[in-house]
């Protein structure tokens, strides 16, 4: 496996691949690797005959009160799991050789940004656009795997990707779960044990969400109405958003129907977690009965 | 020659030669060429093994008062003075090609677009910069050629490229004039035979201060003033701006030196014109004494 930390040696790297005639499949990541990590890896793997993730926890796309600094990181264990699962290339740059002196260009996407984590956390999808941009340039892949658990930013990047003309295939893939059901995510080691239970809120509530809909609700406002309901029973609890939204324009939708999904953010203690559920896929999650 | 109408025909085209290995060079414009256009393709030709040139009067660059409208275009005679400078081939798309509905993605380039003509034209680079990403990414070429007549534009390329990793070489050619020195436009059409002689007064300015300059004087202000004063001496003239700024950041210059350059936008009858100077560099054009 290969590191490549400047810009110029990943690109020359990228550039030899393509004059080779290989086709590059790209994962870009934070680090700090969970399951949920390894599954785009491991389907990465096999969508190109050369496999690049990279390791980058992006200043631009967190806000002056949240976690950059406090968010994990552990490169070696990530570069040992990567290793087993298959990767090429590791792209790992520094924050200097990304955002040099005079920095001043940013990508906008405006419509599907606007709501839910858009809303939430000003600025945070420009910084997830702009990066992305930038390791496209840089890995230049013909094939990039994103998981669904960040609905709204493969959503966002699907766009970006069209609108932009940029030449690359999109693969959006299931969030990968912890055997009770809780999507997996860096965050979760923030939790305590008391906490831990309490995240379980959040799919619990996505799978009554479903049922919901398979029983033949169709009005957005009472399945949110159960859904909040049964989050707030659970201590350490705030509900940041609970919407029902359409799947391209993350636009609110007054009817749950297989072109929405149901998004949750949930500040659990201090931690804020999301979760999602597209009406009409699946949800494979354990659901405690009488609750 | 070859005529690429739609994204998919060109990109295409620029994925097969790159994986031939050739060198591809790129020349976008607006169209209704003049020799300053045919310039460029002459130097695009000199450092490529494949010209391609984009016609496309682009919309999200012109303001809602500004004149995309009457903007001048002559496809059939653009095309016979391309394929006689030698280009391989034209993309030409639609509007609705390159902005399908729901489109929303925007390339913002923030400090460099500013002042001068992004002060003037408020949305223009932003435009700018968004039309030049997608065209980049649809003719995927290795080196691109810009004039110098647009100065502030090329440093929002180049600054754009810089930023967002964009694997492309960028070429700046200096401004082709008039026999009488006036800079080549295609709004030049625009000008009725006493505003074309009024056209003169910046060229002339230019040389005005040029001369300045190379007499010692460095002092932004006086040779602005003096600018000022020459080009408020011929008729139907009106200043948009006359500034002096540093070539790398376009921020308003105290003292004239070879980093620094001036830029005039000024209304003709009806007509806007800019033109500008880098201090130290060549301005070759007949300036009459005794005015």
Redo the contacts between chains.
Sequence with gaps: MEIFNT?KDM?DKA?RL??Q?KRIAFVPTMGYFHEGHLDLMREGRKRGDYLVISIFVNPTQFGPAEDLDKYPRDFERDRTLAEEVGVDAIFFPDNEGMY?P???????????TKNLCGAARQGHFRGV??VC??LF??V?PHVTVFGKKDFQQLVTIR??I??????IDVIGMPTTREHDGLAMSSRNVYLSEEERESALSLSRSLFLAKKMFEAGETDAGKVLAEVTRYIESYPHTRIDYAKISCV??IEEAQHVGVDTFIALAVKVGKTRLIDNHVFGEVLDIPYPEGR
């Design positions: 810009v690109q550039n393509r004059e005639g040099p005079r920095y001043q260009t940013y990508v906008d996407v405006e419509g599907v656009a702009t941009t930038k340039n840089i230049k766009t970006m069209r609108d932009l003309n940029m030449d391209d324009t």
